[in-house]
């Protein structure tokens, strides 16, 4: 189960970012910290611009919504996601986040 802190305008989760993928995805939770696969690689941001852009359409927000609040050098992060609840976070992280969710790039 996901361990999801409730602020006062949006949620907290905790994620572990495994870099160089071949696509960005969810592969699911481990001790409350959700796993995702990040194609990019670790390289001056562009991991976490991918994590940022992959949550963003996840949960069709606008890209500003979601902030890494720590762990900006580390593969644990803390995301801070303003406008959204933590049902509308489960239901789109598959609830458990047992199930594999990816958002392809389009063309």
């Known amino acids: ?12 989760f905790k994620v572990r970012v495994i870099p160089r ?3 960005t995805e969810i592969v699911g939770t481990l001790d409350g910290i959700l796993k995702v696969r990040v194609a990019s690689p670790p390289v001056e941001g ?3 611009a991918e994590l940022i852009k992959f949550f963003a359409k996840l949960l069709d927000i606008a890209k ?3 902030e890494i609040v720590s762990g ?4 644990a992060k803390r995301l801070r996601v303003t406008g ?5 976070l ?7 986040g047992d199930a594999r969710l ?3 790039k389009s063309s």
């Open 1 to 12: 189960m996901l361990d999801i802190r409730t602020t006062a305008d949006g949620v907290e």
């Open 21 to 23: 993928a071949s696509k």
């Open 46 to 48: 562009a991991a976490n």
């Open 64 to 66: 500003s919504n979601v």
């Open 72 to 75: 900006q050098a580390s593969k």
């Open 84 to 88: 959204i609840t933590t049902a509308d």
């Open 90 to 96: 489960e239901e789109a992280t598959g609830r458990s």
């Open 102 to 104: 990816s958002v392809r």
